[in-house]
Structures are given as structure tokens and as C-alpha cells.
């Protein structure tokens, strides 16, 4: 696992539990080279996101139980890939981001800025 440091050079904060997410399934988009998805970008899930998710062959939202996978709900805190999201952004319809759980290794795909036009959490 790459060091747990998120877009600000900060220690990663925990992107979701309820459903449980991240490559490794610790509630953190953490990522390794194992990882060929990037799952990195903590996002909040919504009804346009999710459906773009589904239309461009990823399906998030239909429950996959024989993984463990019950399909996300708009709200839902999620670790999606680096590549999809940017997918969902140049179409206009980016999920919301918490860059606070969102690791640094983001950053390789994604300009910070971006990532913080769709930002939960700026104060």
C-alpha cells in the first residue's frame, strides 16, 4: 500500500464505512501498484453520477451480492478510479469530492483544481 497522505500532503482521512469502501475495503481510497483502477477520488455519490457510472460500463448502483456489494445510493461515500471521475467531469457530471480522504496519487490524473470545484469539504 503507497503511503496514506491525501491531496493537501496531509495524513488520508476515511472516505467511507456505510457501505465499506476503497481498493482494500478499509473505508479509505487508498492505492498500491496493484490498484491499475486508481481507486482514489473520495466522492458522494449522486443520481447523475451514479447513471453516468452505469452508461459508461461501470455499474455502481445495482446490488452485486455474490461480491458482497449491496449498490450505492445517491449520498453514499464512495472511492471511485481517478480516470472515471475525470470521465464524469469533462461530461459535466462530476460527483461531489472530499479531498480530505482523497489520496495524493490523484494528482497524477486530476489537476487539484478540479478536484476542489467539486469540494465538500473546503471551509
Known sequence: MDEAI?????????CGLDPV???????C?????????MHTVCVQATTEFLA?????GNDLSTPR???GFSGLKPGDRWCVCA????????AGKAAP???RATHIETLAVLPLQALKDHALDLA
Open 6 to 14: 491525501n491531496v493537501f500532503g496531509e495524513p488520508l482521512e476515511t
Open 21 to 27: 469502501t476503497g481498493f482494500f475495503r478499509d473505508g
Open 29 to 37: 481510497c487508498n492505492t498500491c501498484a496493484d490498484d491499475v483502477g
Open 52 to 56: 453516468f457510472s452505469k452508461e459508461t
Open 65 to 67: 451480492p455474490e461480491f
Open 83 to 90: 480516470g472515471r471521475w475525470r470521465e464524469a467531469y469533462e
Open 97 to 99: 469530492v472530499y479531498l
